[in-house]
C-alpha cells in the first residue's frame, strides 16, 4: 500500500471530544486479521459515551484509541491464516468479537460469549480511513446493498434480533422507542408480518419518522396516557411490546399495556436497577420477559440482508444525516440535538 498515514478520529484524552487526525498508523494485521478501507461508518450511542467520556467509557477505554464499530468497507489486507474471505470482497462488521473458545461459543452462541470483547471499545474502531479486525467479525454483504446502508446493518441487526424473538407475525406489537434501532424495529416488525405496530416516543419527530418506517399508530408518552390508548385500541392489551428505551418509565407502561400471557422483549439497556412490580408485570400476566443483546452470528444478519430487499422497507427514514469524517462535530451536534436517524461518517 502507497499510504503510510491515514485520517480518524482519535479520542486522545479523558474528557468531552475527540480529535480529528490525519497523520494516524495505518493498523497492523493480525494472522487471523483483515485490513479493510471503511466507506461509511455510524455513529452509535456507544460512541456518544465514549464522546462524552461517561463513566461507561471511562470503565472501558485505553487511550488513546480510534473509535466507532458501524462500518462497511473493502477488504485490502488479509492475515497469513485468513481464507474465508479476500481484498476485494465488501464486508460490515461484527462489533462483538467472540473468543471462539468459551462454552456460549462452543454452542453457536458466539453473540452472548463469556470473554467478549467489543471494536471501538476494547480493540481500535473505525472512524478512520482504515479498520484492522478479525475476520470472525466480518460479514459479506452482496452487491445491491450500499455501504451507507451496510454501515447500519449492526445496529438494524440489534433492532431486527428483537423483533424476532418477539415472534411479532400477526401480532399487535408495540415498539417503545424511535431512535434509530427502534425505527429500523418498525420497519422489520412490518416486514415479519405484525397485524398492527404501534410506536411510541417522547419526541413527536422520532414518531414522524416511524410513521415513515410503517408504524400504524404513534404515541408520544410524555402527552398521552400510552398505555390506556394501547389498550383501548387493542381491547385487551398488546401481544408484543419490544422495549429499545431502557428508559424506567417506559419498562413499566411497557409491562402496564402487555396483554396476559404477552410477550416482553427486552432490548434497551437501563441506566442502573430498575423497580418493577413483578406480581403485577410478570406473574399474574404469566408474561413472557425475554432479554437481546447485539445480533446472533450471523443468523440475524442474514434475516437483516432480507428485511433490506424488502420493497416496504425503508431504510432512508432511519438515516439523519450524512458526513465527512473530518465533520465528525457537525454529526455528533445533530444527535445531542436530537435530530431523528443515523448518523453516517464516510472517510
Ligand atoms: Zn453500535
Ligand atoms: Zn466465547
Redesign the pocket.
Known amino acids: 500500500m502507497e499510504e503510510k498515514r491515514m485520517q480518524g478520529i482519535l479520542k486522545a484524552k479523558p474528557e468531552i471530544g475527540a480529535e480529528y487526525r490525519t497523520d494516524l498508523p495505518i493498523p497492523a494485521v493480525g494472522e487471523r486479521d483483515i485490513l479493510v478501507r471503511v466507506k461509511a461508518a455510524a455513529i452509535c450511542g456507544t460512541d456518544q459515551h465514549i464522546y462524552k467520556w461517561t463513566q461507561y467509557a471511562q470503565d472501558r477505554l485505553t487511550l488513546p484509541m480510534v473509535f466507532g464499530h458501524e462500518f462497511a468497507g473493502d477488504v485490502v489486507l488479509t492475515g497469513e491464516k485468513v481464507t474465508e474471505v479476500k481484498a476485494g470482497d465488501r464486508v460490515a462488521g461484527e462489533t462483538h468479537i467472540?473468543?471462539?473458545?468459551?462454552?456460549?461459543?462452543?454452542t453457536d452462541n458466539?453473540h452472548i460469549?463469556?470473554?467478549?470483547k467489543i471494536i471501538g471499545v476494547h480493540a481500535p474502531g473505525a472512524f478512520a480511513d482504515y479498520i484492522s479486525f478479525p475476520v470472525d467479525c466480518a460479514y459479506k454483504i452482496s452487491d445491491e446493498i450500499d455501504y451507507q446502508t451496510a454501515s447500519m446493518l449492526e445496529p438494524m441487526g440489534v433492532g431486527v434480533h428483537g423483533v424476532d424473538k418477539g415472534d411479532v407475525r400477526g401480532k399487535d406489537v408495540v415498539i417503545y422507542g424511535c431512535g434509530p434501532i427502534g425505527l429500523m424495529a418498525v420497519g422489520a416488525a412490518r416486514v415479519f408480518g405484525a397485524e398492527t405496530i404501534t410506536a411510541i416516543d417522547v419526541f413527536d419527530n422520532k414518531l414522524e419518522a416511524a410513521g415513515k418506517m410503517g408504524a400504524d399508530d404513534l404515541l408520544n408518552s410524555k402527552t398521552e396516557d400510552a398505555a390506556a390508548k394501547v389498550i383501548e385500541r387493542t381491547g385487551h392489551g398488546a401481544d408484543v411490546v419490544i422495549d429499545y428505551t431502557g428508559n424506567a418509565f417506559a419498562i413499566k407502561s411497557g409491562f402496564d399495556m402487555l396483554r396476559k400471557g404477552g410477550r416482553f422483549v427486552m432490548v434497551g439497556l437501563p441506566n442502573g436497577e430498575t423497580a418493577l412490580d413483578l406480581s403485577e408485570s410478570v406473574i399474574y400476566k404469566e408474561a413472557t420477559v425475554i432479554g437481546v443483546t447485539g445480533r446472533e452470528m450471523y443468523k440475524t444478519w442474514e434475516q437483516c440482508e432480507k428485511v433490506l430487499k424488502d420493497p416496504g422497507f425503508h431504510m432512508e427514514a432511519a438515516v439523519g444525516g450524512v458526513f465527512a469524517l473530518s465533520d465528525y462535530e457537525k454529526a455528533f451536534q445533530k444527535i445531542f440535538e436530537g435530530v431523528p436517524g443515523k448518523m453516517i461518517l464516510i472517510p
Do not use: A, Q
Open positions: 467472540p473468543c471462539n473458545h468459551c462454552y456460549m461459543c462452543e458466539r460469549c463469556e470473554n467478549m
